[in-house]
């Protein structure tokens, strides 16, 4: 017999009792961002290549190694998007939603990178994606991080830190790109292999490197504040005072440069020690550039990713239960055949329509043994349909963690529940 056909690797399924973290994030970011103006947009998972050769840009790691691209029959480049930024960019383009136009957006699903999987990396991953085009005040920037912060509390992740940096516009980095490229080759020897790839393709990901050997190679290396323009450098200056009044603390980490070329200005992090190598939960920035570069007018443009699984690990590291909503309130169960089934499923309907979620038992079977099901479905209360309870105009309730029991009228049955079910 064949061997069963398995996941792709990286790639993995979300079973029920793993959900009930995914939808608590889930139903508190819509909450808060829908508190926050956010709208939610959705686009596809599959775009034309040439939209992340673009934007991300042709030298970065994610458009060299990592994404899933393949000709389809007509010949042409798709690709799996790797991240969401470009697609709701494209997106607002083609629909004419941004141009001298405010728009909050937000967006929920799966990206795909061709990256060695490990624990907190996967090769489909998922994220919460948040872009807001049309302000270019650190205003803007600063309500981006109150809404980052307020998603955690409404969570309860504590233990984040927030890391800031400037990254000036694309002529300031050109000119410190330059300077960080020459001081590289001064010292070449001391490179290890990923920074001297990454030495004429993207150096500034050399100061991304977490080889503890290339800490003083980075320690040493020109500092990007030195090449900002004036205006960066005010922008800068206020967004600390916005957050500071805001109350949001932040650490100005000079080094972060973040992974992708269409980021301008202001990038950030919040990141954990919790989860080992893989430190950041969210991340992102401004890009003012992007919306022109993919064909647009100028646009302020500025947003963040936030990457589910990591924050589902943190969540569950924190433990406690979460009760599932998608379980059922109420196990119906059937003592007897067609009639007591039909009364069963009538019941089930009834209940539903005020409110209740129940589960009907369906395929037979001793009472003991949907009784166990019942105990199995995390129903908190189990009601038993037998022939007498129809005569009677009866059902009998029982408490699957006690195992009490009691028969109650049908007219007394929905208030019963309510008073049992708080």
């Not at 994030?25 to 034309?48: D, N």
């Not at 323009?229 to 109350?247: I, N, P, R, W, Y």
């Not at 972060?256 to 950041?280: C, H, K, M």
């Not at 302020?300 to 990591?310: H, M, Q, S, V």
Request: one cysteine or more.
């Amino acid at each position: 017999m064949s061997k069963h056909i398995q996941a792709i690797r990286g790639m993995n399924d979300l079973l029920p009792d793993d959900l009930v973290w995914w939808q608590r994030i889930e139903e508190q970011a819509r909450s808060v961002l829908h508190a926050y103006g956010y709208r939610e947009i959705r686009f596809p998972v599959l775009e034309k290549t040439d939209l992340y050769r673009r934007s991300i840009g042709e030298v970065t790691d994610i458009v060299e190694k990592e994404m899933y691209t393949f000709e389809d029959r007509n010949g042409e480049s798709l690709t799996l998007r790797p991240e969401g930024t470009a697609g709701c960019v494209r997106a607002g383009i083609e629909n004419g939603i941004l141009h001298n136009q405010v728009q909050r957006l937000w967006y929920l699903g799966p990206m795909f990178r061709h990256e060695r999987p490990q624990k907190g990396r996967y090769r489909q991953f998922h994220q919460i994606g948040v872009e807001a085009f049309g302000m270019a005040t650190p205003d803007l920037d600063t309500e981006l991080l109150l809404l980052c912060q307020r998603l955690w509390r409404a969570l309860g992740v504590d233990g984040l830190t927030l890391e800031l940096n400037s990254l000036g516009t694309s002529q300031a980095r050109a000119a410190y790109r330059e300077a960080l490229v020459a001081y590289l080759q001064g010292r070449l020897d001391e490179l290890d292999e990923d920074s001297r790839q990454r030495l004429h393709k993207n150096p500034l990901r050399v100061l991304d490197s977490k080889n503890p050997a290339m800490q003083p190679v980075i320690g040493d290396a020109p500092k990007l504040t030195a090449y900002l323009d004036d205006v960066s450098l005010e922008h800068f200056a206020t967004l600390g005072k916005m957050l500071a009044q805001a109350g949001i603390k932040f650490v100005h980490n000079p080094r972060l440069v973040r992974g992708l070329d269409y980021y301008t200005r202001t990038v950030f992090e919040w990141t954990t020690d919790r989860l080992g190598a893989q430190s950041a939960v969210c991340a992102g920035g401004r890009y003012d550039g992007l919306v022109s570069m993919l064909g647009g007018q100028d646009t302020a443009a500025a947003g963040f990713a936030i990457g589910l699984e990591r924050l589902v690990e943190l969540l569950q590291q924190k433990g406690g239960a979460i009760e599932a909503a998608s379980r059922p309130q109420v196990y119906v169960a059937i003592a007897g055949e067609t009639e007591e089934a039909t009364q069963g499923l009538a019941l089930a309907e009834t209940l539903r329509e005020e409110g209740f979620r129940v589960e009907c038992h369906c395929g037979g079977g001793s009472l003991k043994s949907q009784l166990k099901r019942a105990d199995r479905s995390g129903a908190k209360l189990a009601i038993l349909i037998g022939r007498d309870e129809i005569a009677r105009g009866e059902v009998g309730v029982k408490v699957l963690a006690s195992g009490a029991q009691e028969q109650i009228g049908r007219g007394e049955l929905t208030a019963y529940l309510r008073s049992r079910l708080v």
